[in-house]
């Protein structure tokens, strides 16, 4: 097996190699970023430019309004209103495939050389040029390791506070503002370096990624709250968001996911799984769990995937009936297997 660590190493020569001769290199983080897969992207993209590279974050869509606080994002390409660039290296970030990618997945795929750096879970051996570390808190924490590492071996400055803040925005939301288990102490030191270099408003951060919000937003939240239903004698619990709902109280659901987080917080849920209608009528699943009910396996069923804790899927051509009968049934089967297993333990 490939360690990740030497993955690490590959790519942090074929980057010099490529700062050398002015190389194009693409990242290409998932469709329908969040503040990891954006934060990791832009701030290695910025880091790669100091080197002398010429990289681009390509992009599905507009920043969404819960992210357009960050700092840094004016310099994404939205794909396809941007041709396709030659590049010399493209790299997923936060994801491993171009499968996570919509319509950019063919420019990824037209690169001569591929890579990927992500923190999910992963069944296949991982590529040469793949660094997957699953027991990482986020892929930002990969980010920040290969620009550190990148300035230990060049013995200049390569950070700056717009990284700074990118980078902790996605540690922080991926760890649960450092509550998750993924939590690591690399990332806490991580964390305390970047507010030891920059002056970082560290409140000011939190509030926008977790606070700041509309009575649209509010509005939206009870809806969804009421539509919890209880499964396996309430161990899981199931809300769902039709685009009905969002419609009539005008809110965007560029951050519904984060509610399945809160729902989970229920005394007794072992899992949650949160349905949000799309515009297109697909409906995306978000899965978080408290207890054996492993995530990301429940999610790779039915095409996603995830960490242990907390994952995401798909569902095609399903009404939200449907798909709320179906995942009852195969949820609560997953959580019995699961706890069998436990108790043999």
């Not at 080197?51 to 960050?70: D, I, K, N, R, T």
């Not at 519904?256 to 917080?265: D, K, W």
Request: glycine share 8%; charged share 25%.
């Amino acid at each position: 097996m490939k360690l990740p660590k030497e993955a690490e190493s590959r790519l942090l020569e074929l980057i010099l190699d490529l700062a050398a001769d002015s190389g194009h290199v693409g990242l290409f983080p998932h469709e329908r970023f969040d503040a990891d897969a954006i934060g990791a992207a832009v701030s290695l993209s910025r880091a790669f430019r100091t080197l002398g590279c010429q990289a681009v974050v390509l992009v599905s869509e507009p920043v969404p309004e819960s992210l357009q606080h960050l700092p840094g994002l004016e310099e994404l390409k939205v794909f396809p209103g941007e041709d396709c660039p030659p590049f010399d290296l493209a790299l997923a970030i936060d994801c491993h495939d171009a499968s996570r990618m919509g319509e950019r997945g063919s420019c990824f795929l037209s690169a001569p050389v591929r890579g990927a750096i992500d923190h999910h879970l992963y069944e296949k051996e991982p590529g040469d040029l793949e660094w997957i570390e699953p027991q990482a808190s986020s892929t930002s924490e990969l980010a920040f390791e290969m620009i550190w590492d990148l300035e230990l071996h060049l013995g200049k400055a390569l950070f700056d506070p717009t990284m700074a803040i990118l980078l902790l925005a996605g540690i922080i939301t991926d760890t649960g503002r450092f509550s998750y288990s993924n939590t690591t102490p690399l990332c806490l030191r991580q964390a305390a370096s970047l507010l030891e270099r920059f002056e970082i408003d560290l409140n000011q951060l939190n509030y926008d990624l977790y606070e700041r919000t509309s009575v649209e937003r509010l509005q939206i939240k009870g809806d969804i709250f009421s539509t919890i239903t209880r499964v396996a004698e309430g161990r899981i619990l199931i809300a769902c968001a039709t685009q009905a709902m969002l419609v009539n109280r005008g809110a965007p659901d560029d951050e519904l996911s984060n509610l399945a987080s809160e729902i989970r917080t229920a005394e007794g849920s072992a899992a949650v799984l949160l349905l949000v209608e799309s515009e297109d009528g697909d409906i995306r699943v978000s899965v978080r769990s408290n207890s054996c009910f492993d995530s990301a396996a429940f999610a790779g069923r039915f095409g996603g995937g995830g960490h242990l804790k907390a994952a995401g899927m798909t569902l095609k051509g399903m009404k939200m009936e449907e798909a709320a009968q179906l995942l009852s049934r195969e949820s609560e089967a997953h959580l019995k297997a699961c706890s069998s297993e436990s108790a043999k333990e």
